[in-house]
């Protein structure tokens, strides 16, 4: 489940138990569009996120911007060292999904990967990089 950082600073501990309660029921959680938000390192600590996703703001602007490239790898490394996937969002070029792989990043989504499909497309869609499968 997707949930957007600004969603979990409206009433945090209503959040946390609604969270945690997902999570003990196997649910993976992303906090989505990380570091455009409001949220705060304590409540990222406090919530029962799996997985953060870099907003594509940073992303679509890596290739010219260093600010952009520090950001990006800095949420890559926090993620890491709070144990949670990092997925970027917005990628449209093989550049920015090179940089990504470079950096550690955990999966990566965007045109440059697939268009939104429909379930049928997606159950035939395979990755460039896997021809087998998905």
Known sequence: LEITETSTMQNPVA?????????IKGFSLS??????GYSSLVQLARLPFSELKIDKMFIVSARTSSESQTI???IVGLA???GLHATAEGVE????LNFLRE????????Y?????????????????DNPTGP
């Open 15 to 23: 959040m946390l138990e609604i969270l945690t309660q997902f999570r």
């Open 31 to 36: 906090i989505d569009d990380f570091g455009v």
């Open 72 to 74: 990006a790898s800095a």
């Open 80 to 82: 890491h060292a709070l």
């Open 93 to 96: 070029d093989e550049w920015t």
């Open 103 to 110: 950096i550690g990043c955990d999966s990566a989504q965007g």
């Open 112 to 128: 440059h990967i697939a268009r939104p499909m429909d379930g049928t497309a997606a159950g035939a869609w395979r990755p460039a």
